[in-house]
């Protein structure tokens, strides 16, 4: 019977699974008002699942923030979507038994699959983060995604170390390797699991085109661009080729402008604030890139560009 519920929930674990952003009141607490609003309006873009991730500052998070804020998009998600509403929680943390400890949270309150990075402060060779993914699989009986979020944090893991992953535990261990150069390094693992390897897109769509060629199962981008996302998808699905070069062209220059995790953060949440999903742009201090007017005028026009390449039935919904 585990077995049989770990699988149903890999089989929902395709297509496009956003990364929902954190809205803050003014005094930086969580606006959990807002999350709502935002959970509820990617289901209504036609998304495939949700994420709490990095980029929902989970580590800027305290561990009661995290655990509050699985519980209420699970919640919801299963509330107004049942089963047709996986959400994947990310886990990780600096040691083992604290991870564990956010797993068995996650599965309790009903997520569909856990995702973690290893431990950031510390560098560690196969051995230790072997053990450390594998304490996580035998806490829960959820599928993982190994997260390889060297692209912002920590170092790249080894094409050998996923493929022992994924000999070991199969189809119940998924992947998001973010290291670069990314093309090269999906292709290498898909070639050294002869193709059995799921992987996560990571980029934020930037690399979402080549990434689907090289055999992904799904993306994980942000919040803000999801009917571009969401239309690029279905087009590489129905392998309309006219409609993935014209939003590709249009979404390369806006997401070249992210070159880390708090410009990533800040764009994202100037365009929730445009669309009328978030009141403010707040971010937890400190941080690292603040957007300037010259930089925010550009991504406003960049922005109103992709809108106009978009199919006209996402502009309707818009």
């Known amino acids: 019977m585990e077995r049989r519920i770990m699988s149903e929930h890999a089989d929902v674990l395709r297509g496009v699974f956003p990364v929902v952003q954190m809205p803050y009141h003014d005094d930086e607490s969580i606006d959990f008002e807002t999350l709502k609003i935002e959970a509820d309006w990617l289901w209504s873009r036609g998304v495939d699942g949700l994420v709490l991730a990095m980029a929902s500052e989970v580590l800027r998070l305290n561990d009661a923030e995290r655990r509050e804020t699985a519980e209420r998009l699970c919640a919801w998600s299963q509330a107004s979507r049942g089963e047709n509403g996986p959400v994947i929680i990310s886990v990780g943390a600096e040691s083992t038994y604290h991870a564990c400890e956010h797993a068995r949270h996650a599965e309790s309150v009903g997520a569909s699959a856990l995702m973690a990075i290893p431990p950031v402060s510390i560098a560690l060779d196969d051995e230790q983060l072997a053990r450390y993914f594998d304490g996580l699989l035998e806490a829960v009986a959820l599928p993982l995604i190994v997260q ?62 080549d990434s689907y060629r090289r055999g992904i199962v799904g993306t994980m981008p942000g919040s803000d661009l999801i009917d571009a996302i969401v239309s690029l998808w279905s087009a590489l699905q129905s392998n309309d080729d006219a409609i993935v070069r014209s939003i590709n062209q249009a979404l390369t220059p806006l997401l070249a402008l992210i070159h880390s995790l708090d410009a990533f953060l800040a764009i994202e949440k100037h365009l929730l604030v445009r669309q009328g999903v978030f009141k403010n742009t707040i971010v937890r201090g400190p941080v690292q890139y603040v957007m300037d007017s010259e930089t925010r005028e550009l991504v406003d026009r960049l922005f109103d560009e992709l809108g106009h390449v978009l199919p006209v039935k996402v502009l309707q919904t818009s």
């Open 148 to 209: 390889d979020a060297s692209g912002y944090v920590g170092r790249p893991m080894s094409i050998g170390f996923f493929t022992r992953m994924q000999k070991q535990y199969g189809d119940r261990v998924l992947f998001k390797p973010e290291a670069v150069p990314i093309g090269p390094r999906l292709s290498a693992l898909r070639d050294a699991t002869q193709g059995s390897a799921r992987v996560f897109e990571g980029t934020g769509g930037i690399a979402l085109v």
